[in-house]
């Protein structure tokens, strides 16, 4: 309140505004254990038993004839973890702080730092248990070949992107209607607990069910990185283009919404979320 301001280049800015959505990413990683280890442990132990239950699954129901020729756990993995980062990146970024939390009341903090951290600290969890379980199954189970590593990153990576543009639009839309939101995201992390197309793959079903998921864009994201993953898969009926422009589309209208939103923000909106 009593501070001087002093004039800044716009590369201190830029430094202090990276070293302010580092601490506030460091802050959201250990938002689900005071300790960072157990923070990325439950993540591990979450992801691992999601991948048996559907291993099981699959198993009894006898579905493991039905997949792709190759190993099966990276066809489970290649599903589950671009769903989870998908809808963990989303989740992330509609909930962090809006221009009416508790921390924007100090000066250096702002909505887009908070955003920037939630959707960081996501990424970093995913990455790093991704590498963990690979690692483990490499060493411990079998050993195992990816046909093209980077662009099957790639896919994650666009994964997460879709997931925190649609977190951007739900957070700029919850203070007008928080009850609305909540539904929707619940509604659309179980839908796509099927329509993601993560139990089956896209060339194997009949035109008019492939035409129940094509609007989804993890639909196209999961089946595309199955062709990076296995040599054998080529995938025909999807492509990465569509996920992307969706992506940035919904990026854009979420920044807007998001700067619209800062505009008319109102202390009562906490009482209402």
Not at 74 to 83: A, K, Q
Not at 168 to 178: G, H, I, Q, R
């Amino acid at each position: 309140m009593f501070e001087t301001r002093r004039p800044r280049s716009k590369s201190t800015s830029a430094v202090i505004m990276i070293e302010l959505i580092y601490h506030s990413a460091v802050r959201a990683v250990r938002n689900t254990h005071g300790n960072a280890l157990m923070s990325i442990g439950l993540n591990l132990l979450q992801m691992g038993i999601m991948v048996l239950a559907f291993y099981i699954m699959f198993s009894i129901l006898g579905l493991r004839g039905a997949t792709l020729r190759g190993d099966f756990l990276l066809y489970i993995l290649s599903g589950i973890f671009l769903y989870m980062t998908h809808v963990k990146a989303m989740g992330a970024v509609s909930g962090a702080e809006g221009p009416s939390g508790a921390m924007m009341k100090h000066a250096p903090m702002n909505t887009i730092i908070s955003i920037c951290a939630g959707a960081l600290s996501v990424l970093y969890i995913q990455v790093l248990s991704l590498a963990v379980i690979l690692f483990g199954y490499h060493v411990g189970v079998t050993p195992f070949e990816v046909e093209d590593p980077a662009a099957a990153f790639g896919m994650l990576v666009l994964a997460w992107f879709t997931g925190c543009a649609l977190g951007l639009v739900l957070l700029s839309l919850k203070p007008w209607a928080p009850s609305v939101v909540q539904v929707f995201s619940t509604v659309y992390m179980r839908a796509n607990m099927i329509a993601s197309g993560k139990m089956f793959v896209a060339n194997m079903l009949p035109s008019d069910k492939r035409s129940l998921f094509d609007w989804n864009p993890l639909f196209h994201i999961i089946d595309q990185s199955r062709g990076f993953v296995f040599i054998n898969y080529n995938p025909r009926y999807s492509n990465w283009e569509y996920p992307l422009y969706m992506g940035i589309g919904f990026l854009m209208i979420g920044l807007m919404g998001e700067f619209y939103t800062r505009q008319h923000a109102s202390l009562s909106w906490g009482a209402r979320q």
